[in-house]
């Protein structure tokens, strides 16, 4: 018997509710409107209140795709975040909780801005194995926690965020059933894209002590960003170009790349990297920024709203964080109301 396919069957988003523009930045930092909009493409982000926490937001999100879907109960919560509500435990039991779903199986997955698709394959393998008949797959992130207020390269990008998408076991010939993912890592570049200080590695209770860490401890979030830029070109398109040809689509096949919405440079040195035209590739980092765990779902759900993305669409998502980490994934985008 052919293990069951995931059906991707419903989708939901949340956004806080306090907007950032590129001039509100500008009031604090040494940046401008004229220089985000032009090197990233972003002109707005969301960002959580003090008491909102990335639970908050998986929750909000969370409601909403069961919504989309027609279902109160699913089998099991996957949550990718960076930014749990704390070190220990995992975010995920809490939100399965809170959503009132009960004793089901649930854990986070850590993959960075990877982390929506890893969660995706973490989600479509437990239903292959008949763990799980039905999952609910969130991606949220409170960037905005660990972000150095002093730091203008990753204020200008990040922003907080929500979204899920409820999979059902299926048959691989309906739409919305996920191809087979295509995933990778590449632990030598750990160091390009880190918080340093707060785990294992660096605990913040030893710093100042005698037998603590050297230096001064760093909590906050750092990226090299102009290298790490390459390698997300190239990684997105060389994993999205994987995905459709173990769905048998050429690039001509393929009608909508939605792509982790890191930066507009990356987004259209993939699609030209890939041959596509750069209108098939959704853009939505302009209206939120890069919301890590949380952008391909919105972005998904944006274009969905907006017409972009339509029932039918051979769509392939891919995506692109620290870790390294990269993912791609194949579906035919179903006929679903985003919530
Ligand atoms: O989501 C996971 C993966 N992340 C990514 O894929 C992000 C990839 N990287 C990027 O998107 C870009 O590298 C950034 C947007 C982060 C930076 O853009 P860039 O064109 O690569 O700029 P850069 O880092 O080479 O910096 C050029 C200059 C620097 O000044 P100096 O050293 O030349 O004087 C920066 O300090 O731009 C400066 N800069 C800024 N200036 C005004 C950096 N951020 C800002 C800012 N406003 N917000």
Redesign the pocket.
Known sequence: MNAAAAVLCGLGTWLPPQAVTNDD?ARE????DA??RS??GIGTRFVATPTVATSDLAVEAGRRALKSAGRDAVDGVVLATTTPDRPCPATAPLVAARLGLGTVASFDVGA??TGFLYALAAGAGLIAAGTVDSVLVIGADTYSRILDPAD???????GDGAGAVVLRSGDATEPGALGTPVLGSDGTGSEL?TVRSGGSREPLHTFGTDTGADGRADPYFR?A??A??R??VERMADAALSAARRAGWTTDDIDRLVA?Q??L??LHAVADRMRIPRHRCPVHLDQVG?T?AA?IPLALAHAAATGTLAPGHRTVLTA???GLTWGACALRWPDLTPA
Do not use: E, P, Q, Y
Not at 29 to 32: E, N, Q, R, V
């Open positions: 930045l930092l040494d940046t401008s220089w985000i090197r990233t960075v801005c203008r390269s990753t204020r200008a990008i990040f894209i990226m960003g102009k790490v830029f390698s997300a982790h890191a930066n440079r990356i890069n890590a952008s692109f964080g620290g």
